[in-house]
């Protein structure tokens, strides 16, 4: 297991590597740099050569490349060229942020997943199951940018629920903390939420139809211990599968939410850097998202072996 | 009360689909004794299957599913219990084997667990006294090691390993009755031989009784004391073994056994021609009439009942026996399988 775990992260490290190379030169491929950025739209040439030059953005790209990757081996990010402080520094503020919104998201699609994507299939063909049925269709099409608008719109404005945005710490005030969490995570985790819903229903669906199941009522096992416990656990393997690589697009879905509900996480720092064309904040932020995606995955195949013990690392 | 431990009496068991009603069991009855093996024999799709699922209530909870009859366990009618009583009998006093060990059990739990679950059900055991009993049928059925084998998963097990251990936890609670349904069908020959050998010394060892739901007239003639012959949802002969392997009436008993390879005989087999009935749009007369060779005009007109036959308890649904014309005009027809075959 821990063997299997550490050759997990090796194989990451070269897709790591490319990421940070794409991350890299795709920054620059946009129009633009940190220099045009920071001197707005009076300026002379010569100016901008100088900056240019102060942050070494006149070397040959390939050079840039190297020279940043080296600093980030050694755990240098470098420093936003905007703001002048280190990089790692302004990401590590901001991740536990990050962190939160979408462990709270997933929680929130496992919450609405799983006991209605059981009951679905248990009742199929039924008004709860076409309801259920209606909300996967919903949750999937509506876009959370949306859905998180109008949650502030109708329960944070109208009915002065929750706040309308802004980040309460946890240190702070717990309650105040998952008041400030609450909607952005629902916005998050709905689709997430309703394409796993989905999956629980057709799996549940399959598992309940094998023979196993059969068996087990001949062995006078109870409903309701027949459906959680002999099927539930052989339902949920193709569905951790979907959390997972659903997680992945959380990541990037928590830049728009972030935007929207002015949480101070990874996802709104990235968006800045865009914007400011801040090479080095933005080319950190990227690299600690890609491997943010990376350890989901390898915690979604760690929880894949828990529950199908055909599989042993 | 009778020494019977289960009295079946005119099962029928109806689905209702969308192209009509079919009558997979209809009107079904017989009789199982303490300690006896009854075998249900038919071909595929004659209904043998959901007999047995029908008395154990494994179907009929749907609205498509329609079971009537009686099924009497000691006296009691199963039938009339509540969907809660009849789980405490399911597994304890019943129990059921299914035809592929490949998919009867769940894989994502431990044989041992699979097994112990069934004390700590039915007779509410701790964890630990329900896993010795695990380990303990596991020896019992003959799996080597088996302390260590009931900590592994279902794929860790080969096929006949693993319909040792449905056959350990259908045994966990010690039951009366075991319904195996095709229990060895989907084995190799050498691993069907050794599970029909622990069948049989379980029935002489716990006197349990066991209905062998099967299509194999090996397996019939092998283990068990008497025979049921279904044919399109009905029986139509039913027997001790000698009655059927030796005195068979019924033209589609006949037709089975001659369909049955005989070791060194050069002689072709003779397959029943035609297929059974469709169930959707049964016939008004006897079932078998289509493919009879001694058909008769009141055959198309009016089914036969179950009567008795020569000797007692061998009985056979087949207007033949009733018109008394037994044996002797068909006594040279070919079709006629009167030697003992096995």
């Given amino acids: ?313 | 009360m009778s020494d019977y431990i289960m009295e079946v009496k005119d099962l029928k068991t109806h689905f209702h689909t969308k192209k009509g009603i079919v009558k997979a069991v209809d009107g079904v009855s017989f009789k199982v004794k303490k300690g006896e093996i009854l075998a249900i024999v038919g071909e595929s799709g004659c209904g043998k299957s959901v007999t047995s699922q029908s008395i154990m209530r494994l179907v009929g909870d749907k609205k498509s599913e329609e079971v009537t009859g009686e099924v009497l366990y000691h006296g009691e009618d199963l039938m009339k219990k509540s969907r809660l009583d009849m789980q405490k009998v399911r597994g304890k006093d019943l129990s059921m084997i299914f035809q592929d060990p490949m998919t009867s059990l769940n894989p994502a739990y431990t044989v041992g667990t699979q097994i112990a679950e069934m004390p700590m059900i039915h007779e509410k055991k701790g964890k630990k006294s329900a896993w010795n009993r695990a380990v303990e049928m596991l020896t019992k059925v003959g799996i080597p090691s088996p302390a260590k084998r009931a900590e592994q998963y279902p794929h860790q097990f080969s096929g006949g390993m693993r319909q040792r251990g449905v056959i350990a936890m259908s045994l966990a609670c010690d039951p009366d009755l075991i319904i195996a349904d095709e229990p060895t069908t989907a084995l190799d020959v050498t691993i069907q031989a050794q599970v029909l050998d622990i069948i049989r010394d379980l029935r002489d060892e716990t006197g349990t009784a066991i209905i062998m739901v099967t299509h194999d007239l090996g397996v019939v003639a092998e283990l068990c004391d008497r025979v049921a012959v279904m044919y399109a949802g009905k029986i139509v002969e039913q027997g001790t073994i000698e009655d059927i392997f030796d005195r068979p009436k019924h033209p589609y008993t006949q037709g089975l056994l001659n369909s049955v390879p005989r070791p060194g005989s050069r002689e072709r087999l003779k397959p029943i021609e035609g297929q059974p009935p469709n169930l959707h749009d049964l016939p008004n007369g006897c079932r078998f009439a289509e493919r009879c060779p001694f058909v008769m005009d009141q055959c198309i007109e009016k089914e036969p009942d179950l009567l008795e036959a020569e000797s007692k308890g061998h009985t056979v649904a087949c207007w033949l026996e009733e018109e008394g014309n037994n044996d002797g005009d068909r006594g040279n027809t070919e079709g006629r399988g009167t030697e003992k075959v096995f």
């Fill in chain 1, 1 to 313: 297991m821990i063997q299997y775990v550490i050759r997990r992260l090796l194989i990451s490290i070269p897709v790591l590597l490319g990421i940070s190379v794409v991350a890299f030169f795709m920054v620059r491929l946009v129009p633009g740099d940190t220099v045009t950025a920071m001197l707005g739209n009076s300026y002379t040439p010569d100016q901008a050569e100088a900056l240019r030059s102060k942050y070494g953005l006149d070397e040959p790209l390939i050079q840039q490349y190297f020279l940043w990757l080296g600093n980030v081996l050694q755990g240098d990010f470098g420093y936003s060229q905007f703001t002048n402080t280190p990089v790692l520094d302004a990401i590590l503020a901001r991740l536990p942020i990050t962190i939160e919104l979408a462990v709270l998201s997933v929680l929130i699609a496992i919450i609405i997943a799983i006991p209605l994507g059981t009951i679905a299939a248990l009742r199929r063909n039924s008004k709860f199951d076409y309801g259920a049925s209606m909300f996967g269709l919903l949750g999937i099409s509506v876009p959370n940018f949306w859905l998180g608008t109008l949650m502030i719109l109708f329960l944070s404005l109208y009915a002065g629920w929750f706040p309308s945005g802004g980040f309460v710490g946890l240190s702070e005030s717990i309650i105040g903390n998952l008041r400030s969490m609450l909607l952005p995570a629902i916005a998050l985790g709905t689709a997430v939420g309703a394409v796993a819903m989905r999956m629980t229903r057709s799996s549940m669906l399959e598992v309940t139809n094998q023979e196993y199941i059969k068996m087990a009522r001949a062995k006078g096992v109870s409903n309701e211990r027949l459906i959680w416990r002999h099927a539930l656990k052989n339902a949920l393997i193709p569905v951790v599968t979907v959390i997972g690589i659903q997680a992945g697009y959380l990541l990037g879905g928590s830049v728009v939410i972030e935007q929207i509900f002015g949480l101070p996480g990874v996802g709104q720092l990235a968006l800045q850097a865009i914007t400011n064309r801040d090479y080095a904040l933005l080319q950190g932020t990227i690299l600690f998202i890609a491997s943010a995606f990376v350890i989901v995955n390898l915690i979604v195949d760690v929880i894949y072996g828990f529950l199908n013990p055909q599989i042993r690392y």
